[in-house]
Structures are given as C-alpha cells and as structure tokens.
C-alpha cells in the first residue's frame, strides 16, 4: 500500500484516539517524544508492559472482590495502582473509570464495584485494540520504507 | 526530541525505585534520556541493598507508595546512614496529599514530584544538581 496512504490513516487514528475518542492523553505524547533513534520500540516495549499489569491487576481485582468477606481496603489499593500505570502510559479512559471504581470502593457497594470492574474490562480490552492497530498501521509503514508523520 | 546537550559533561548515576514495571520503565527512559547513568530497582530492600555494595550514586529517585517499604520509609533509611544520608533523594507519587508531601520534605526529601513526572521536573532536578 502507498505509503501516504498509510501514513494518513496512521493520523486519522491517533487524532481519533486522542481528540474524538478520548483513549489517550498528554502523557501519551510524552511517550513517543521520549522514543527515537536509541530507543525506536520504546512506545510498543512500555505499552506491552501496561497491556500485561493491566491484566495482572484486572484479574487480581476479579479475584478480590470474589472473596466470601471483601477486603476493600485491598480492592482499592490494587484500582490505585492501575490508576497510576494508566497515567503514566495516557490511558485516558481507564484511568477515569478508575477514579470511579475508586468511590465505590469508598462506599463499600460491592455491587456497584462488580459494575466498575466491568466497564474497566471493557474499557482496557478497547483501548488495547485499538493500540494494536495503531502498532500495525506502524509496522506497515516502516516495511514500506516510510516512517512516523510527527504530531 | 533530543534531550539538552552537555550537562557540563558530567555523568551521574541515578537510582530509581519503583515496584510498578510501566512506571519504572518510563522513569529510566526520561532519566536516561539525560545521558546520566541510570539504574532501577524494584523495592527500597533492593536500593539498600545496591547502595550497600556501590555508595557512589548522585540521586535516588522513588515511588512514595511501595509494599514492603514505602518512599518515605527508603528515605528514613538514607538519611539515618552515615554513608548515605548525603544523596539527593527525590519522592514521586501519583497522589497529591500535601500532608505526605511535608512529611516528606520534613525528612529531607530533595523534592516531591507528581506522577506522571514530566521532563521538565527531571531537567530542573537535574540543573539544581550540576550546581
């Protein structure tokens, strides 16, 4: 595929990912400032690393709140530490929805925390792929000898 | 984007702690993206440990809220040795609870920065150090 081509479907999604969409933020843009000729995978190696603690720690919150007495002193401190790693990678959405997860773990409503969890999956599994194709619209790019547009 | 060229030519050695692989892999790249050394464990027993074998290093960077032992407890530490308690130590944390922040600094944190860290947070540490 032409290379133009590909390179403007790469800023259809990244603008769609951050302004229409709201999956990434600032932060995000600080990843890739932070990428470059040293470091050409950084963006994919630390991405990778946030899709594996977000599992570990979805699962971890899964089981948590499966305990017959919920500990939601634990509940909330696993949210906090997925809130912290959303941030720090852009991840926008996940981390709002786990500002809320975190006032649910204040009320002690496990119901209404079954629901947060919930949207995080669901939130976590979009923002996944759609960074993956994100990656893939790379990869084509740089096999067709082109490079990244700059944002 | 290239980071600022030359730092006086110095090269420190950077320790940064933090149990949370994402956040640890962030901080090196803006760290290193300095031209300094850097190196990064995942607790504060291993920063002690290390500082045990290899003193020489010019800033200890860490995460306020670890298991096992907290920013603020690796500070302590560091400021009670005899060896040590002259290394810049710079607290990060992603909550902004100004309590924690005067306690911090109380102890002698060098600063308190907010999570995300920015380059710019990093560039300034950086400045105040060389001098």
Redesign the interface.
Known sequence: MDVRLLQRQWVDHISALFFREGFLDAQFTQLQQLQDASTPDFVVEVVTLYFEDADRLLNNLWNTLSQPVVDFKKVDAQVHQLKGSSASIGAQRVKNTCVCFINCCEEGDLEACFGCLHRLKLEFTQWKSKLEALFRIEQQIVAAGGSLPMI | ??APAGDCGRVLHVLAVDD????R??IV??LA?FRHRVTAVESGVRALELLGMDPDVSMIITDY?MPEMTGFELLKRIKESKELKKIPVVIMS?ENVPTRITMCLKEGAEEFLL??V??SDVSRLFSRLMR
């Open positions: 984007m290239a949370n692989s994402v956040d892999a962030f790249r803006l993206n809220w992603s999570k995300p920015q380059q």
